[in-house]
């Protein structure tokens, strides 16, 4: 390996390990967040885990010290990165997302892990039950294909003409295959005709976007991961540049320029992680813990957007927004 690549992996480990060390010696508790994505995209839901853990009693740089580990998307990073947070020896491991979750499972059957996933962790094989996860790990399990048929639903009532819709996939992501399979039952019972877009890197979703020039649909249905969240911008720049309708899965792409969203809130899900987190500090095991299922679900819409499109929200759509951003 590369010293650049390694340095890059290592997300900064050694810049921030004497704090660490420090913090190890002085008998404060080190947490380890690790997570697919940057810093950069998810910096609001890591305000949102540090709230939960000032829930709990805990601030960091006061009576808690946070080694962040960040993959930039690059998923084979992952075990590397799950496997040093275990070798600092930290307190507790955080972590957001499916493969985060199964990276830190696969490297330690002791140390405390609090996860937040959007598939249920007991199919994923992370917990016995939700009850009673048993082991080290337990967390938070947050909806994506469960809601995707509702999201479909509410794109077409914001479209109600539209007949063809666009779904954009990376194939890479381990909730694509599910999501698709709900969109196809969803869009023969409505009659809608779904056509699938794969990208699994930048240049290929400005690729998927490019055919839009000579065929463009009547609407656009993002699936999630941690590259489209990451790549959002990117995303809502071109959906606004082709004039294509969008719906995505949460609120982040909608703060951002997104028409509408509607998923479960992302940031309340790393919260409870954070709250857990705390818990599991005080003396809290893991295997006692049951799994929270995060339903807290929102439709947000951005009505700016939506006039530059030349659309008008509908009234059903506006009854039922739980924020509409003007």
């Given at each position: 390996m590369k010293r650049r690549e390694l340095i890059t992996l290592l997300g900064g480990a050694a810049a921030v390990w004497p704090l660490a060390a420090r913090a190890q010696q002085s008998g404060m508790p080190v947490i380890g967040f690790l997570s697919a994505g940057s810093y950069s995209t998810y910096a609001l839901r890591v305000d949102a885990f540090r709230r939960g853990l000032r829930e709990a009693g805990f601030t960091d740089g006061e009576n808690v010290t946070i080694e962040y580990r960040w993959a930039e998307t690059q998923m084979d990073r992952l075990p590397t990165l799950a496997r040093d947070l275990v070798r600092r020896r930290?307190?507790?491991?955080?972590?957001?997302?499916?493969?985060?979750?199964?990276?830190?499972?696969?490297?330690?059957?002791?140390?405390?892990?609090?996860?937040?996933?959007?598939?249920?962790?007991?199919?994923?094989?992370?917990?016995?039950?939700?009850?009673?996860?048993?082991?080290?790990?337990?967390?938070?399990?947050?909806?994506?294909?469960?809601?995707?048929?509702k999201r479909l639903e509410l794109l077409r009532s914001f479209i109600p003409?539209?007949?063809?819709?666009?779904?954009?996939?990376?194939?890479?992501?381990?909730?694509?295959?599910?999501?698709?399979?709900?969109?196809?039952?969803?869009?023969?019972?409505?009659?809608?005709?779904?056509?699938?877009?794969?990208?699994?890197?930048?240049?290929?979703?400005?690729?998927?976007?490019?055919?839009?020039?000579?065929?463009r649909p009547d609407a656009l249905f993002v699936s999630g991961g941690f590259l489209f969240s990451d790549r959002r911008v990117q995303l809502v720049h071109l959906a606004t540049r082709y004039a294509v309708p969008t719906a995505y899965g949460d609120r982040d792409y909608v703060e951002v320029g997104g028409?509408?969203?509607?998923?479960?809130?992302?940031?309340?899900?790393?919260?409870?992680?954070?709250?857990?987190?705390?818990?599991?500090?005080?003396?809290?095991?893991?295997?006692?813990?049951?799994?929270?299922?995060?339903?807290?679900?929102?439709?947000?819409?951005?009505?700016?957007?939506?006039?530059?499109?030349?659309?008008?929200?509908?009234?059903?759509?506006?009854?039922?927004?739980?924020?509409?951003?003007?």
């Open positions: 930290v307190a507790v491991i955080a972590t957001t997302g499916n493969a985060p979750a199964l990276a830190a499972r696969a490297a330690t059957t002791t140390i405390p892990i609090v996860f937040s996933v959007s598939e249920d962790p007991v199919r994923l094989g992370l917990v016995a039950s939700l009850a009673r996860p048993g082991g080290n790990i337990t967390g938070v399990n947050y909806l994506i294909a469960e809601v995707t048929a003409g539209a007949i063809q819709i666009a779904v954009l996939v990376n194939p890479g992501a381990p909730v694509t295959e599910t999501v698709l399979r709900e969109l196809g039952d969803a869009a023969r019972t409505t009659g809608l005709r779904l056509r699938v877009l794969k990208a699994g890197s930048s240049g290929e979703i400005n690729a998927a976007f490019a055919a839009f020039a000579h065929d028409l509408m969203s509607y998923g479960s809130n992302l940031r309340d899900a790393t919260q409870q992680v954070g709250l857990y987190t705390g818990r599991i500090l005080k003396g809290a095991q893991p295997a006692e813990l049951p799994v929270m299922q995060s339903t807290k679900l929102e439709l947000v819409i951005n009505a700016e957007t939506a006039r530059t499109l030349g659309l008008t929200v509908p009234p059903s759509l506006l009854a039922l927004a739980d924020e509409v951003i003007e």
